[in-house]
Structures are given as C-alpha cells and as structure tokens.
C-alpha cells in the first residue's frame, strides 16, 4: 500500500524552528507544513502591507527559508506554509530570492491566491455577522481585511504542476496538511470519509510542538521528558487515511494516546462536525492505539460532505486598549491593591472607558477564584479597558502609574502599555463567489 | 476527591466560545466524571466566565469529554480586555473541582 510522511514544521507564526530543522533533516519526510496564521495575524499584515505593498507575509518568513530551503532541497521533501498571509505574492519572490542566494537553481515556488475577498465583502453590507447576528454595515468604513477560509484545492494545483514551495494565505489550518494526502494518493474531493481521515491528521499536526507535549506538561501528573528540546511530530500514512503519528527519536517532548486526544478535541466543538472548507469532518469515533515509545496508531476517523460557503475573517479597527499594572507586598497587599483599584476607578470615571477590568494578578486575574489568602505576600494590580482614542487609552496606565505618590503605600514596579485594537468577526460566503488561482516562479 | 486526580484536561478557543477537554487517566473512570461534571455543574462552577449556555459531547472510546462553553471569552481574543484573553487557564480551573 502507498505511504507517505509529513510532518509539521511550526504551530504558529512565532514558533520556533529548531525542531523542524531536525524534522527536515532526520524525518525523512516527503512533505513539511508550516501554520503560521492566527485569527488576527493577517488583518495585521493587511495593515502592513497598505502602509508597504512588499510587506504583509509572516515576519519570519525570511530567517526561516534560509535555513529550510537548502534542507529541504537536499532531501527532496516539499515545503507548504501559509506564511504568505496578506502578500503570497511577494512572499513567493522572497523565497526564490533566497533560493538563489543559496545556489538552489530550479526550484518551483507557487502562490495560491484568491482568500483575499475584501472588495466583495465591502460590497456586501447585507452580510450577516456569525458571532452577533448583526449586519455588516454596523463596522462602517473600520474594517481593514477579509480573507476567506480556502481549502486544499490551490495547493493541489500547486503540487500538481510541479511545485516544490507552495506559498498561501488565509488557508483553513488541517487543509494545507490535507493537500499533499489528496495530490499523492489521488483521492477524489467527493471521497469525504477520506478527506475527513486527513483532516484529523493535519488537526492533530497543525499546532507541531503541541501533540508532542507542548501544552500537556504538568509535574508529576503528566511528565514530559527534555521539553527544552522538544521535537515536532510526523505522520507516516497510507492511501486509506490511517496510519502512525511520531516524532524523531532523541528529541525531547512525548507522544502518547494523552497528548494525541488531547490535542484531537483542541479547539474543536462537536466532535461529529468539525467544519473545514473541504470536508464535514467527523472525529467522534476516532481511536489511538500507543504501539511504542512515542508511537501513536490513529483511525476510525471519518467525514461528510462540505457546507457550500467559505467562512471569511474580517479584520476591522475596534478602538484602543490601555493598560497599567502596579505590584504591592507585605501585609494586607490584597487590601491596598483593591484600593488602589478604587481610586483608579474614580480617577477614570469621566473618559467613558469600555470593559474595564481590574484584576488583582496572584489571586482573580485569570480563573475565577473568590478566595482571599492570608499568606499572600504579593499581589500586582493590573487595570484594562478600551477607549475610542489613543490619548484616552494612555490615560489608563498613566494613572496606575500616578499611584506611586497618589496611591497606597508601597506601590512598585509599574509598567503601562496601549495598542490599537485589531477585532475579528466571520461572515460567510458562497464558494463560487470565490476565485482562487495559482501563481509561480522558478529560481 | 478533586477531579484532577483522575482527569486532566485541555482548553481552547474559537472566536468567543471556548472549550475544554476533560480526559481521564484511566479509561475506568470515564463513568464516574459522565455522572458527576453535567453541563449544569460546569456551569455553576465557572460562574460569571460563562454567559451562555455549556454543552457537553462524549467520547466514550477516549474516556473523554468535550465542553463547549458559549460567550465564555468576552468577547474574544481579539477584543477582550482579560490577562488570559483565551481563558486558557479555564482547564486547569476545572480540575479544581471536588467531585
């Protein structure tokens, strides 16, 4: 039966390249996918690529095909990323750049376009908001950026032409590790049981370092081995959709059935009907089986058919965040940190703040705790909210840090922080109102 | 007993909804956290955090559960203004609870 290997090379857009290094070099790998786009990532890169029209690709993007490109050649293993995010386009001629740099001749680098559907969207006003139920119109002239969920198709083309590099956009996460699957074994886009069986897999690879304990660590409940140095996981999977996740032996972190199912429902709601632009994919049967150290069987996954519309992810300017956060010691710090809180709140009455928060970190800040511990010898007073302007939102934290000769005694360590609010809404859109097309260069 | 003596769990997010899965370490225990951690008793033990409605989804054959808690993130990561804006800590929160 047919098998191939791919493996997963980063989890997010900062993530760390070390491991995939490794992975490229000792995987032995046919394919290696790179997820680099968060929610937010590309409105900010749409931003970025209005004020510089060769800007707007994953900020790594250079330091990371320096290092990948002439593994990846050497060991004739095929690069798929979506660090392309707001410009594939250029992002693609930075590569072959590269490529040539480091005396790389012949390598077919693609960009698949298409995901970006701002100009329709803003002429589609009627469009209902997912998440509120609200008509696009009420974000007026603030959005920024619209890019559709594509699927694997682009990047099938793409392989099929012969490329070695393939560079997206916005490209649902499992579908650039489904594509590979479809162009190597042939399977048909209507065969959704298939496709359901890939898209488990590249939802298990998506977020790398995290199906290999990354994210599952904890102390002796959940031991994980060298996590400094973990490794990225691969799959080895056959024509049917089934096969064996692992990583490279010698390399930190742990595969097991924990982190597989662990990493399975991450970021998923009913299990039976995970959306993706190319399947209704169907994870509620799915079974691991540990057949060695850090060596996980999958199967029984399964899928249906696709809905007939992209999810698009809209990008518009939400205002301004402020912030400021002061830290107090010793006894009773709980009770000066609350009325530092109070008089913060008095002094920022007038501005009309939005979502203000004030959050006493060491005892509320990030679960719901009410307790209040005697032993507390620290606790750091973070203040937040949103304001229509920049200069409202300076005020926040200039404030907190006011309180050091107008607050409680003892206050210290203060530090304050404003940034321009990128929010993102979906929307969805029929598929045939969506072009994609492929791009290429040689280098 | 806690129920982090017997499960562990992971969260994560999707616009302003969030979700956490509870797995247990020994597939036996699967009924017991069935029984006791109802949609109604997350709810409860989360508070305010969750201003929807919490379902929940079995996966018997993984001894797992998965929570999908709705209006659970202010908003979203996007725009809320929380320290942990994916409300990731959630999981470890519900293991804190006595069952």
């Known amino acids: 039966m047919k098998s191939m290997r791919i493996g997963s090379g980063a989890g997010y857009a900062g ?4 491991p995939a290094l490794t992975l490229l070099d000792q995987g032995n790998l046919d394919y290696i996918c790179f997820e680099c786009l968060a929610e937010r990532t590309i409105a900010l890169a749409q931003k970025e690529k209005k004020n510089d029209p060769k800007k707007g690709y994953n900020h790594l993007l250079e330091y990371r095909m320096e290092e990948i490109l002439p593994l990846a050649f050497a060991r004739k293993t095929k690069v798929i990323t979506n660090m392309g995010a707001a410009n594939p386009l250029q992002a693609m001629q930075v590569t072959r750049e590269i490529a040539k740099r480091k005396g ?5 680098i693609a960009a698949v376009l298409g995901d970006d559907v701002l100009d329709l969207v803003k002429r589609s006003q009627d469009l209902k908001i997912l998440e509120t139920g609200q008509y696009l119109s009420i974000l007026d002239n603030r959005i920024i950026s619209a890019n559709a969920y594509l699927g694997s198709a682009g990047i099938i083309e793409a392989l099929k032409q012969g490329a070695d590099v393939v560079i997206t956009g916005r490209t649902a996460d499992p579908s650039l ?11 048909s886009m209507e065969d959704f049981e298939k496709l359901g069986r890939g898209t488990m897999v590249g939802h298990l690879l998506e977020c790398a370092g995290q199906v290999c304990g990354g994210y599952f660590a904890d102390t002796d409940r959940k031991t994980v081995p060298d996590l400094w140095n973990i ?5 080895e999977i056959d024509e049917n959709g089934e096969g064996i996740i692992s990583k490279v032996e010698g390399t930190g972190g742990i595969i097991n059935t924990a982190t597989c199912t662990e990493q399975l429902l991450y970021e998923i709601h009913d299990p039976a009907h995970y959306l993706t632009p190319d399947c209704t994919a169907d994870f509620s049967a799915v079974e691991f089986e540990s057949e060695g150290k850090d060596l996980v069987r999958f199967r029984k996954a399964s899928g249906k058919k696709a809905s007939d519309f992209y999810k698009v992810s809209i990008g518009f300017i939400n205002g301004f965040l402020g912030e400021g956060q002061i830290s107090y010691g010793g006894t009773d710090c709980i009770a000066r940190a609350q009325l530092a809180a109070e008089i913060v709140k008095k002094r920022l009455e007038k501005l009309a703040l939005e979502d203000v928060r004030f959050e006493r970190i060491g005892l ?30 300076r005020k926040i934290g200039q404030e907190v840090e006011t ?27 029929p598929k045939d109102k969506v072009k994609t097309h492929v791009e290429y260069t040689v280098s | 007993m806690k129920l982090r003596e017997i499960a562990h769990a992971r969260s994560g997010d999707k616009g302003n909804i969030s979700n956490i899965a509870l797995i247990v370490f020994d597939k036996r225990d699967f009924k017991l956290i069935k029984e006791k951690v109802t949609e109604k008793r997350v709810k409860d033990w989360l508070g305010d955090v969750v201003k929807g409605e919490v379902k929940r989804f079995e996966l018997p054959q993984l001894g797992a559960l998965n929570f999908v808690l709705y209006e659970a993130l202010d908003g979203g990561v996007t725009s809320s203004t929380q320290l942990d804006k994916h409300r990731k800590s959630l999981s470890s929160f519900l293991l804190e609870m006595p069952i």
Request: hydrophobic share 40%; charged share 20%; proline share 6%.
């Open chain 1, 104 to 108: 790389i001749t012949g390598l077919k």
């Open chain 1, 364 to 393: 509320n800040s990030i679960t719901p705790y009410h307790s209040h511990p005697q032993d507390l010898l620290e606790v750091r007073l973070r203040v937040c909210a949103k304001a229509d302007t920049l200069e409202k939102a």
């Open chain 1, 231 to 235: 490794g990225f996981p691969f799959v």
């Open chain 1, 177 to 187: 590790f489904l594509a590979p699957m479809i162009h190597e074994f042939g399977w």
């Open chain 1, 15 to 18: 993530d760390r390249l070390e």
């Open chain 1, 403 to 429: 309180l050091y000769t107008n607050g409680p005694y003892g206050g210290g360590g203060v530090t304050q922080n404003t940034e321009e609010v990128i929010s993102v809404v979906s929307v969805l859109i």
